[in-house]
């Protein structure tokens, strides 16, 4: 089975393959076993509470840091442990797009020679000309005109220099893109021109896209699939309809009941599944189903045992209390403010008046 799951022709329409990702800092467990795949052209969201790893599993991926232990396979090869020279050729295949263009953007270099660098670091050959060539196509597909090129980042607007880091991740036509929260450091009057410029050009160019974020309405749009982590681990992975019509794990179900959704009549309807702000330390996580210290519904065994990742129709999720078929506790229903005699008696008797 192993030799099938690393072949590059068996699995080529694999892009990328995360098989049991660990990345401790020290005594920091910040990834812990985390495993998905991308196919081509497929957008993946990476959503859960902050600090809960996503960004260091985007950041093993493009290898600025080296995992613990586990496997990363771009294009069914595994680039985990490749020497310096060897991953050149595999950069290529994956750019990341951080949250803030500020800070990711050379303010010493004119944005021309920002988005002319990925041509430079695969050594192509190419003439001034060409490459100024490439640089206007590469400014023109973000929305930015030619005369942007000869202006420094700090003189654009923060949209603006996020549409210079994407024109510079798409430079080197990578399979896979990871957009690290590549929104929540803009206004919000820009987000959303930003994001569909990302969701128009992943449709027309048709990479696969790792999309971390926190902004659920966005997930909504852009992704075909949702992987929910928690605390260093994945709890639940399935298709973006499936998880928001029907999540199984109570983390998710929390996740989402804070989400807003289209319909008035539903939206005024719901109640955020309130988890409290107790997380848990990625240094110290609880036994058993780690997020048993905040799930409403946890019994004895969720502290005692961890439950595996199964297979439940076509995606995953890790939890004791959900069936095969997905079906288990609906923590919307069952609510800590409700099971649990809370300090807040002012409030419930303003939802039950
Ligand atoms: N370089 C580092 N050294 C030590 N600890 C780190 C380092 N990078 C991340 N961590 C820790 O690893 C855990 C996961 O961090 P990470 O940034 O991946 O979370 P995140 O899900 O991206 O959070 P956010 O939504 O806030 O961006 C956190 O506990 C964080 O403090
Ligand atoms: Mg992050």
Redesign the pocket.
């Known amino acids: 089975m192993n030799a099938g799951a690393s072949d590059g022709r068996v699995v080529n329409d694999v892009v990328l393959e995360v098989e049991d990702l660990v990345m401790h800092?020290g005594p920091?467990r910040?990834v812990d076993g985390v495993s998905f795949r991308l196919r081509r052209g497929q957008v993946m969201a990476l959503v859960?509470e902050?600090?809960?790893?996503?960004?260091?599993v985007g950041r093993c991926i493009v290898r600025l840091l080296e995992p613990t232990a586990g496997a990363v396979l771009l294009g069914g090869t595994d680039v985990t442990h490749l020497s310096r020279a060897r991953l050149r050729g595999h950069r290529r295949d994956v750019s990341i797009v951080f949250q803030d263009p500020a800070g990711s953007l050379n303010p010493r270099m004119l944005v021309g020679e920002v988005v002319a660098e990925p041509l430079r670091l695969q050594g192509r050959g190419l003439s001034r000309r060409d490459r100024q060539a490439r640089v206007t196509e590469g400014l023109a597909r973000v929305g930015l005109r030619a005369e942007v090129a000869r202006r420094y980042p700090h003189e654009l607007s923060g949209g603006q220099r996020q549409r210079v880091s994407i024109a510079r991740a798409l430079m080197s036509d990578p399979t896979l893109l990871i957009a690290d929260?590549p929104t929540s450091a803009l206004d919000v009057s820009v987000q959303a021109s930003v994001l569909n410029l990302l969701a128009d050009l992943q449709r027309d160019i048709g990479f696969a896209c790792l999309f971390?974020t926190?902004d659920l309405s966005a997930v909504e749009y852009l992704a075909d699939e949702i992987a929910v982590?928690y605390l260093g681990q994945l709890v639940e992975q399935g298709t973006r309809e499936r998880v928001f019509a029907s999540p199984s794990h109570p983390y998710t179900q929390a996740l989402l009941s804070a989400a807003p959704v289209p319909d008035p009549v539903q939206q005024r309807a719901r109640r955020p599944v309130l988890l409290g702000d107790d997380i848990p330390s990625?240094m110290d996580p609880p036994s058993g189903c780690r997020f048993h210290t905040r799930c409403p519904v946890a019994v004895q065994r969720c502290a005692d045992e961890v439950p595996a990742l199964r297979r439940v129709g076509a995606g995953t999720v890790a939890c004791h209390l959900v069936d095969d078929d997905g079906s288990g506790p609906d923590v919307r229903v069952a609510h800590p403010r409700d099971t649990v005699p809370g300090p807040s008696p002012t409030r419930r008797s303003r939802s039950t008046a």
């Not at 902050?50 to 260091?56: E, N, P, Q, V």
């Open positions: 800092f920091v910040a859960g902050s600090g809960s790893g996503k960004s260091t929260e971390i926190h982590m990625a």
